[in-house]
């Protein structure tokens, strides 16, 4: 089946540590995308990539960093610059359209709590 | 870049017919408008798409005026398992910001 993979499901850290989310997707889509979401809030975008090798910052990029090397990955690394991380993080991934909707295929997140 | 405006909350019965409005100050004249479900503890799952007047799919129906400053999301006959949160998030390109949604509440 295809999808978006995320993991670790859960994901537990010290403070000053830094953590890696995984993002794989087999879809074959150009762009990806991760978002954070806060209890009862609604979604932030930290990062964006339309191609490999490329990725663009999002509204709450501080603190975060990804990479691109291959068109099917996205991880995501929470540092310890991030002052609040603990926070449910949501990996997408959609066909990169010049016109049209942008449909978003979502992964079932990683949750992250600092202890 | 402003996002689009959607109430906080709605409860509803089951059984009966649902309608949330989104407003799209915003929008471009290329954006489509698409609307996402999410259930606790998931992420969010694409429902619909439209770009004016009225579209319908097997689960919900979407209608924009011709101004297309709103859209209103139609649910047909809900269920206790549309509880959820409705997202109808502003785009720009191929970059989409989300809001807070609106909170779906269905009751016996």
């Known amino acids: 089946d295809g999808g978006i993979t995320q993991s670790p499901k859960y994901l537990f850290r010290k403070e000053g540590q830094n953590v890696t989310l995984s993002c794989e997707q087999n879809?074959?889509?150009?762009?990806m995308y991760w978002y954070r979401q806060d209890p009862g809030q609604g979604l932030r975008l930290i990062y964006y990539?339309?191609?490999?090798?490329?990725?663009q910052k999002g509204d709450i990029a501080e603190g975060y960093s990804v990479s691109r090397e291959k068109k099917e990955s996205f991880p995501l690394t929470v540092t310890s610059a991030q002052k609040n991380p603990t926070a449910f993080y949501l990996c997408?991934?959609?066909?990169?359209?010049?016109?049209?909707?942008?449909?978003?295929?979502f992964g079932a997140g990683s949750r992250l709590t600092v202890l | 870049l402003a996002k689009t405006t959607q109430p906080i909350s709605m409860d509803s019965y089951e059984g009966q017919e649902v309608n949330i409005t989104c407003s799209h100050n915003?929008?471009?004249?290329?954006?489509?408008i698409t609307w996402y479900q999410q259930f606790p503890s998931q992420g969010p799952r694409f429902i619909i798409q439209g770009y004016k007047t009225k579209v319908t799919n097997e689960v919900a129906s979407l209608f924009i005026p011709a101004d297309r400053k709103s859209s209103t999301l139609s649910l047909p006959r809900v269920s206790l398992s549309d509880t959820a949160v409705y997202y109808c998030?502003?785009?720009?390109?191929?970059?989409?910001?989300f809001g807070g949604g609106t909170r779906l509440m269905v009751k016996p």
């Open positions: 997408a991934s959609s066909i990169f359209r010049s016109s049209g909707a942008n449909v978003l295929t």
């Open positions: 915003n929008i471009a004249t290329n954006d489509y």
């Open positions: 879809l074959n889509h150009d762009a």
């Open positions: 998030p502003e785009g720009a390109g191929n970059m989409l910001t």
């Open positions: 990539s339309q191609i490999v090798n490329d990725f």
